[in-house]
């Protein structure tokens, strides 16, 4: 359809019609939405901010309830079927289950997913499965209590074991758990966290680190490739067997007998940039058109200038359309650094 597409969009790319859906000059189409809703976080990770936090956006900055909103509904008319909403932490923003409800009200969104640290997630779950919720990310880097407060600088793992395991138990489509993987830190627990699956349908994803914090830990000998990941993998778990993932999940398997899957992806390593089919929206309502773009379109301001719903559109396919083939070319082409992850959201 791609393909299609692109014959009817002017050689200059300059885009005109709004109808049409999101896609690029390379063939790729954008269904899915990843939006950030706020930068601050109760966990301090320690590859992604430092302890005394970052120099966080005054409220005014932020998309308010109606904008983000807004954003969905003009989104969801452009064939994003997928909503992923992130942040900072995203079960700190008051208005979540009212985002949730909304996104699952319109026309064309089928799912509508969270990314979150979990701590919040127990005492909210409900709230979310109310609300329309199909699938939870949480981001746990470990299961052991002392290596918790040393990657988060903060106490929570029981927490976020507990939101887990209701996670679970409440019958979300999709739960998943992402573990940043870094040498000398949990590359001892890849076996502890496969556990996991044996009983619970439940896909747990390495993640390699990537270079979004100001203190730059990944050049500090803590990087553990994809490819190494894996190598261990199939080094430490007898009967692992290769199977079908999601789009950017490369390396994906599952335990012989076992519940959930186990999932590798070369988030620095961008072998999948070929595949990609997210567009981006920061807290303050930036579109990035790759998770390592510099360059940003400042869609708030559009918004708060007056633009219409269509202009905004318009806006939205010319970013995309002008995306680089891949996130080496995007990393770049720029200079200018993103102090941390909770400004891009993931
Ligand atoms: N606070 C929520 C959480 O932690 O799940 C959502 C926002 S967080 C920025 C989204 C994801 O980005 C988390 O899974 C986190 O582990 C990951 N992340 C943050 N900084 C990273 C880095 N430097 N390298 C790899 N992943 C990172
Ligand atoms: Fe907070 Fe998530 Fe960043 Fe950790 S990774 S500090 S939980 S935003």
Known sequence: M???????????????????????????????LRIALNEQCNLRC????????????????????????????ILSKMGISKIRFTGGEPLLRTDLSQLIHFANELDGVESIHLTTNGILLAKNINILKDAGLTGINISLDTLNAKKFKIITR??????????????????????????????????????????????????????????????QIWKTGKFYGADQIV?????????????????????????????????VIPAYSRSLCGECNRIRITADGKLLNCLYSQGETNLRDLMRS?????????????????????????QHLGKDHRESMTQIGG
């Open 306 to 330: 007056g633009a219409t719903n269509e202009e905004i559109q318009i806006e939205i396919q010319q970013t995309m359309w002008n995306k680089l083939e891949d996130g080496w070319e995007a």
């Open 231 to 263: 190598s261990d993998l199939e080094k430490q778990v007898k009967k692992l067997i290769p199977i079908d993932g999601s789009k950017t999940e490369h390396y994906v398997f599952q335990v012989n007998d076992y519940e959930g899957k186990v999932a």
């Open 2 to 32: 791609a393909e299609n597409l692109i014959q009817s969009y002017p050689e200059n790319g300059v885009l005109k019609n709004p109808a049409l859906p999101i896609v690029d000059q390379f063939g790729r189409s954008f269904t899915y």
């Open 154 to 215: 903060r106490e929570g793992l029981d927490l976020v074991l507990n939101g887990l395991e209701k996670a679970i138990k409440s019958g979300f489509h999709s739960v998943k758990v992402n573990v940043v993987a870094m040498r000398d830190f949990n590359n001892d627990e890849l076996l502890d966290f496969i556990e996991l699956t044996k009983n619970y349908n439940v896909t747990v994803r390495f993640i390699e680190l990537m270079p979004f914090d100001s203190h």
């Open 46 to 73: 320690i590859y992604c901010m430092p302890e005394e936090g970052i120099d966080f956006r005054t409220e005014d900055k932020l998309l308010t309830t109606d904008e983000i909103c807004r954003f969905i509904e």
